[in-house]
């Protein structure tokens, strides 16, 4: 007990055991407590740091460990940790890293960190420690404040997330910190913790949007758009923090599309429009820009005018003909959708030239309202192709992915007479079935030839008696494997041609992930819990990654650890090894 570096060693070493799925012996043979007791009972910082971080790491990777030291007691112990004026930075860091590791994917730490006070000190430390000097954000891996900072986002994103609970109504409090900071700093050290912070407080609880809304938060958002999108020609990193932006927007106003018109004065579509076009992006990153674009879109008349203006219509029409994505589909629809709805709805009016206009003010307000009746019109017309577009694909038998039609002759029954017919009367045949009619063409002018040779050969349908004897006559000519050989011929051609005519598919390029993305996809998880998306934000992994790639290799990467301790643990395995 006189020895800190010792104690510090032992606890290291238990933390690598444990890392060996052995966290549950550990917790029933006591050793949970007795390191919380000596956290509590060391009176030096190594210790008390080392104990800490081992608990949160135990208590992340076993949720009976987490039940187990999820107690009211333990956050006021880490509390006291945090409030004490000689506890150095990195003691409050391991005290927030065991508070992260409680709340996380957990309503009963929800419900402590909130009863206890424990929210409202983290909340004091988001609003007090952040580095004020553009020195100290200069490398953010260097800097305790900063990194204690960073810690506190993560831990308060936990609180109000998975599930969401009151603790949003209380996180709010610090909006008017995070609007300032905003306002004052584009940094992405600073920008990436705020909006995942913002994004998961506001996320669908309409009391907390109001008030976001309300301190001109939706307002200091659009113009860090405009500022990072003005940056984004010159900087990689500008364009992929619009889009950590842009999805903080999406879930600002996701629920309440009504104030989709704040961002109208600022011309957030259009912007969103070029944060669109950008080719750099990957499908969900395209996917949330479409989305918040169908929210800004979907009540308010000045931002579908703007969409109009920018030909987002024609774009989006683009993305349903040219992606082969559902969600980005799915996407897209809404927004056509919106417009198409909204259009159906206005009752454009002739203005007489004559009509008397008292002063400037109604003058300009006529010759508005005449503009927005121009985009209109263009509007109408791109309506009535894309009801063209639906009714031919309703006349095609195949699927369309333009707009999910499918069959329109459901109920009639198909063989192999009625649906050449029917394929001939289509009015608008798809490739698919003009490759078919063609082959099927060229199919009979074959067996055609051979008739002419064997007149047993027989196009039209015969009773079944007469049919078996047909072939048994046919069948017993020399040539009927010519014949034969022909058919498989035809068939292999047909076959070939429909191939050639199937679109290629646009799959993404795989990409095996680095050792650096492991590590830092174990980092996130270890820091940030399940929280796929956070993780994405917070490290560099390749361009292309998704938060569905990074579940999809952390699930593999656990059932390969737990295949490996079972075939080496297992008397079976053991015996078959052996």
């Known amino acids: ?48 740091e080392a104990a800490l971080f081992t608990l949160g790491i135990i208590i992340e990777s076993n949720v009976y460990c987490q ?38 994917n957990n309503k009963n730490g929800q419900t402590y960190v909130r009863d206890t006070g424990c929210i409202s000190l983290l909340l004091q430390l988001f609003r007090t420690t952040l580095p004020t000097s553009e020195k100290n954000l200069s490398d953010e891996n260097t800097d305790p404040c900063y990194q204690l900072w960073s810690s506190v986002c993560s831990t308060l994103c936990a609180c109000v997330n998975n599930p969401q609970n009151d603790n949003q109504n209380i996180c709010c409090s610090v909006f008017p910190y995070a609007k300032e900071w905003l306002e004052s700093c584009t940094e992405p050290e600073i920008v990436r913790p705020i909006c995942s912070f913002l994004g998961l407080t506001v996320a669908n609880n309409s009391y907390v949007q109001k008030y ?63 944060l669109l076009s950008n080719e ?78 008292n002063n400037a003010e109604e003058l300009g307000a006529q010759v ?30 195949f699927y369309n992915p333009l707009f999910f039609s499918g069959c329109t002759a459901g109920g009639l029954s198909f063989n192999s007479r009625t649906f050449t017919k029917m394929l001939q009367s289509c009015q608008h045949r798809c490739s698919h079935h003009r490759v078919l009619l063609e082959a099927e063409e060229r199919y009979r002018r074959e067996l055609r030839k051979v008739a002419a040779g064997n007149n047993k050969m027989l196009l039209a349908p015969v009773k079944k008696d007469r049919l078996h004897k047909e072939i048994s006559t046919f069948r017993s000519k020399k040539d009927s494997f010519q014949s034969k050989g022909l058919v498989w011929k035809l068939i292999n051609e047909i076959c070939s041609l ?16 680095t050792a650096e993305e492991i590590n830092c996809l174990l980092k996130g998880v270890k820091e940030m819990g399940n929280h796929w998306n956070l993780i994405l934000w917070s490290y560099p992994f390749q361009k292309g990654r998704t938060s569905v790639d990074l579940s999809k290799k952390y699930y593999r990467l656990q059932m390969q650890v737990l295949i490996t301790e079972f075939s080496t643990n297992c008397k079976c395995c053991k015996h078959f090894h052996h």
């Open 67 to 104: 039940q187990t030291l999820c107690t009211s007691e333990l956050f006021e112990d880490l509390i006291l940790f945090l409030i004490k004026k000689d506890s150095g930075v990195n003691l409050k860091r391991m005290s927030v890293y065991v508070i992260l590791v409680l709340v996380s």
């Open 280 to 357: 750099t992006l990957n499908t969900g990153e395209k996917i949330s820009i479409i989305l918040t674009i169908g929210h800004c879109t979907e009540v308010c008349e000045e931002n579908q005018c703007e969409l109009l203006q920018n030909n987002g219509l024609p774009l989006m029409i683009q993305v349903l003909t040219e992606s082969q994505d559902e969600e980005l589909i799915k996407a897209a629809t809404f927004v056509l959708q919106n417009c198409k709805q909204m259009t159906e709805q206005l009752s454009l009016k002739s203005y007489d030239n004559s009509l008397n206009v």
């Open 212 to 274: 976001f809304v309300s301190i001109g938060g939706l307002d200091t958002l659009a113009k860090v758009l405009l500022e990072l999108m003005h940056d984004s020609c010159l900087s990689h990193s500008s364009m992929k923090l619009a889009v950590v932006v842009t999805k903080t927007l999406d879930a600002c106003i996701a629920n309440n599309s009504a104030v989709g018109v704040v961002l109208a004065k600022y011309h957030t579509v259009s912007e969103l429009l070029k």
């Open 498 to 513: 429909a191939m050639s005519m199937r679109p290629l598919s646009r799959r993404r390029a795989r990409k095996d992930f």
């Open 1 to 48: 007990m006189d020895c800190p570096v010792s104690q510090k060693e032992a606890l290291i070493t238990i933390y690598s055991i444990c890392q060996q799925n052995t966290s549950e012996y550990f917790r029933e043979i006591g050793g949970l407590m007795f390191i919380n007791d000596l956290a509590k009972s060391s009176v030096h910082c190594i210790v008390k």
């Open 368 to 397: 508005r309202k005449r503009c927005l009746q121009d985009y209109w019109k263009k509007a109408k017309e791109i309506l009535h192709r894309i009801n063209l577009m639906e009714k031919e694909s309703c006349d095609c038998y």
